[in-house]
């Protein structure tokens, strides 16, 4: 167990709708992280957020946003939603999301599957 | 860019084999590297890393050695489990971004 949870595990909607991915970082950890693991893409970086604060941005879809608040945790907003959206969204959280040798704490995933 | 390649799988073994999966990378600078596993159906796991060349990452009986000569960092176990059948993903970072950079991802397959 990392210490990263997210919330739900399974997702399951229609094209267009609108979804919302919770993470909740490890205790003490201010950075978080959004990947995307698709079949076709492999993992792919979406955005980092750390204190709050947006970081990094990595290929996140303008359809996509995301956020994180005082108390830490982070959400993943998806919005007209599309067959190719369909992939295992992972948070991951790190102390100070300053990368170099600073390890990653991956979450167990949401998988959405958007028909 | 930064980039990573890992050996196309799948890796399938017999118990007790020896382990070796490739990783090679491209950097600008002077990563930190690392092996990260999942395992079916769950997330993934930090398996092991490696902050400068020569530095040898180990767990679990896998080792990995930071190579900046030849800009690799390949997986090895000298004995293979059926418990270890998973994907297995190299990653690299650099201080100046803070993303992970991933490979592909190989998945491997011990049959005992």
């Known amino acids: 167990d990392s210490g990263v949870t997210q919330t739900p595990k399974h997702l399951i909607t229609a094209t267009g709708q609108r979804v919302t991915l919770r993470c909740s970082p490890r205790s003490g950890d201010l950075s978080v992280y959004w990947y995307q693991q698709s079949l076709d893409q492999g993992l792919q970086f979406l955005i980092q957020y750390y204190n709050g604060e947006e970081r990094a941005k990595g290929n996140i879809l303008e359809r996509f946003s995301a956020q994180q608040f005082p108390d830490l945790h982070s959400e993943l907003n998806l919005s007209s939603l599309e067959l190719g959206d369909s992939a295992l969204y992972f948070c991951?959280?790190?102390?100070?999301?300053?990368?170099?040798?600073?390890?990653?704490?991956f979450g167990p995933g949401t998988r959405l599957l958007v028909l | 860019g930064n980039s990573v390649t890992q050996m196309e799988g799948p890796v399938t073994l017999s118990e007790e084999a020896f382990l070796t999966i490739n990783c090679t990378y491209t950097?600008?600078?002077?990563?930190?590297l690392f092996w990260y596993v999942q395992y079916p159906g769950e997330g993934l796991q930090l398996l092991l890393k490696a902050t400068k060349a020569d530095d040898k990452g180990s767990n679990k009986g896998f080792e990995a050695t930071y190579r900046k000569e030849t800009t690799s960092f390949h997986l090895e176990k000298g004995s293979v489990q059926v418990s270890d059948s998973a994907v297995y993903f190299c990653?690299?970072?650099?201080?100046?971004?803070?993303?992970?950079?991933w490979g592909a991802g190989t998945k491997l397959i011990i049959k005992p």
């Open positions: 991951a959280s790190s102390v100070s999301g300053t990368g170099g040798p600073e390890t990653q704490y």
């Open positions: 950097a600008t600078g002077y990563p930190s």
């Open positions: 990653a690299l970072s650099e201080s100046s971004n803070y993303q992970l950079i």
